[in-house]
């Protein structure tokens, strides 16, 4: 049985992954700064749960050790989303998990899978391939693409397996509550009318969260396939659409306030991700 370490266990995404690694047969150490989170968590009493605030990190420490030598990490854990625009992504987050990540690789760890984003493309538009330049636009992005390069680095010193997830746009219960669907999940229960939105003209790539969290275990669980992957459905929808079918499945209606709020400023109006390198990990699923 694999021991997979899961940080960030507390998070939308950390539920889900660590559903998928039992359904994988993996024993699960989780570990988040969120003790008291955790414990309420329908996962807490089947896991391993080890607590861990990378704040804290000490580099003195033995963290392959620490957390019980585990066989491959999966590392969600990335603190003050969504504010992406922060100075803090790459002054305090960015050294913090390069250390932590090297810290463990130096002790032994060989397998290591981390979720970066779909920003790092920055502002290129259309079908983005995992061999396009990164070009980040905002500090989230940055930080993020940074830390990939600076692990490409450490694998000149140390042999282990790098396996970088950019996610796209994802959806479920327990997301944050400022997010799309929340929104307007929010506004349909309290009964409302009208649903403020963007013009919905937007072209994003979406996939149901517990898809996102069994491709990210298939990625980590694997050995063959290194480098940058693309998380996503490799389908582009409207905003507008994507609302639309959702409504539909719902069998809800609500007047669309199109144009309400401005488009956001860091990201492009067209894109979708290309899967092929990710449908050549879990064709076998």
């Known amino acids: 049985m694999q021991k997979v370490l899961v940080t960030g266990a507390t998070g939308f995404i950390g ?17 988040s700064s969120n003790e008291a989170g955790a414990k309420n968590k329908s996962w807490y009493n089947s896991v391993q749960y080890i607590p861990f605030n990378l ?32 100075a803090f992504h790459s002054e305090e987050n960015l050294p913090r998990h390069f250390a932590f990540i090297k810290n463990l690789v130096q002790h032994g760890q060989q397998n290591i899978t981390i979720t970066g984003t779909c920003l790092e493309y920055g502002m290129q538009e259309g079908c983005l391939t995992e061999d ?6 905002n500090a989230y992005a940055i930080a993020k693409d940074s830390l990939r390069k600076q692990l490409e680095q450490l694998q000149q010193q140390y042999t282990f397996r790098l396996k970088w997830v950019r996610l796209f746009y994802m959806y479920g219960a ?17 009964g409302e009318t009208v ?21 990210i275990v298939a990625i980590a669980l694997q050995q063959n396939i290194q480098g940058i992957i693309n998380c996503c459905s490799g389908k582009g929808i409207t905003v507008k659409e994507f609302v ?11 007047t669309l306030n199109l144009g309400f709020y401005p488009y956001t400023d ?19 699923l």
Not at 19 to 24: D, P, T
Not at 244 to 254: G, P, R
């Open 15 to 31: 539920n889900y992954v660590i559903a998928a690694l039992q359904q994988s047969g993996c024993h699960v150490i989780a570990t």
């Open 55 to 86: 704040q804290q990190f000490d580099d003195s420490v033995n963290y392959q050790q620490y957390f019980d030598n585990p066989d491959a990490v999966i590392h969600l854990a990335w603190e003050g989303l969504p504010h992406y625009k922060a």
């Open 132 to 137: 396009m330049p990164a070009l980040p636009a």
């Open 174 to 190: 327990g997301q944050n509550p400022n997010s799309l669907l929340s929104q307007l999940h929010s506004a349909l229960e309290k």
């Open 195 to 215: 649903f403020n939105m963007s013009g919905g003209e937007q072209v994003r790539d979406y996939l149901p969260v517990d898809k996102v969290a069994e491709y």
């Open 244 to 254: 639309a079918n959702y409504l539909k499945k719902q069998n809800k209606t609500i």
């Open 266 to 284: 860091y990201e492009p109006m067209r894109f979708w991700g290309d899967d092929g390198k990710l449908r050549s990990i879990i064709k076998n």
